[in-house]
């Protein structure tokens, strides 16, 4: 079956600090990922996806995301976090060409200003 | 406005309790599924169905059940609620697309207690 890691569970950086977030994923074949982004009492909202091509994928408010096929990899990345990114964060994975998608358990960031 | 709604918000209820969790979409999308989240596990697929009268198994089925009469709605049915079916649903929808990321959008959540 699919599975979806996502190393760091919390995470605590000051203003400005860089940001990466892991997420690696199980599945041999063709897949679409993503990464969706939860703020506090909201739903989620999707910061980025990859499904083929250029294997850098840029999404909203400047977090861009790597795909490494030979590592599984699909970390997300930001170059200086604000304090309106504490959120959780979570990857995605959907595979198998249907609608059989995969979350992992979520990364919560706090930026402290 | 295209979205995604969900009823109700909130709900409390006591076991065995039969309720219905509706889900609406607006976008003609074929595709829509459930999920439910709690804490430290992230989201887990309840059910998702790729059509109308087309359902299949998420990962976490036990104690849940589906219908897709209609392409816009895609009710989640609990017949007999239990403590552990206590969490916060998610209803997301995604287009059937022949080539692109299928992205989901999703709806704003039931919070449901099962006392």
């Known amino acids: 079956a699919q599975s979806v890691s996502q190393h760091n569970h919390h995470v605590i950086l000051s203003e400005a600090a860089s940001l990466e977030l892991g997420c690696n994923y199980s599945?041999?074949?063709?897949?679409?990922l993503f990464w969706y982004v939860q703020y506090p009492g909201q739903h989620l909202q999707l910061l980025l996806k990859y499904f083929s091509g250029d294997p850098l994928v840029k999404g909203i408010k400047g977090f861009e995301a790597e795909f490494i096929k030979s590592k599984f990899s699909f970390n997300l990345r930001k170059p200086s976090v604000q304090w309106s990114d504490t959120a959780e964060y979570f990857c995605?994975?959907?595979?198998?060409?249907?609608?059989?998608?995969?979350f992992g358990t979520g990364t919560k960031l706090q930026v402290i200003p | 406005e295209a979205q995604v709604t969900q009823n109700p918000r909130y709900l409390i209820t006591v076991t065995g309790k039969k309720l219905t969790v509706t889900c609406s979409q607006n976008m003609n999308h074929e595709y829509m599924s459930w999920y439910r989240q709690d804490p430290g596990l992230g989201l887990r697929q309840i059910y998702y169905?790729?059509?109308?009268?087309?359902?299949d198994k998420g990962d976490v089925p036990e104690g849940y059940k589906v219908s897709r009469k209609e392409k816009r709605n895609f009710p989640l049915i609990l017949e007999s609620p239990s403590p552990n079916q206590t969490s916060l649903y998610f209803c997301?929808?995604?287009?059937?697309?022949?080539?692109?990321?299928?992205?989901?959008?999703f709806g704003p959540g039931t919070r449901l207690t099962v006392l």
């Open positions: 169905s790729m059509n109308v009268e087309v359902t």
């Open positions: 997301a929808s995604t287009p059937g697309l022949a080539g692109g990321a299928r992205t989901q959008y």
């Open positions: 599945y041999g074949g063709t897949v679409n």
């Open positions: 995605a994975v959907l595979s198998g060409g249907y609608q059989k998608v995969t």
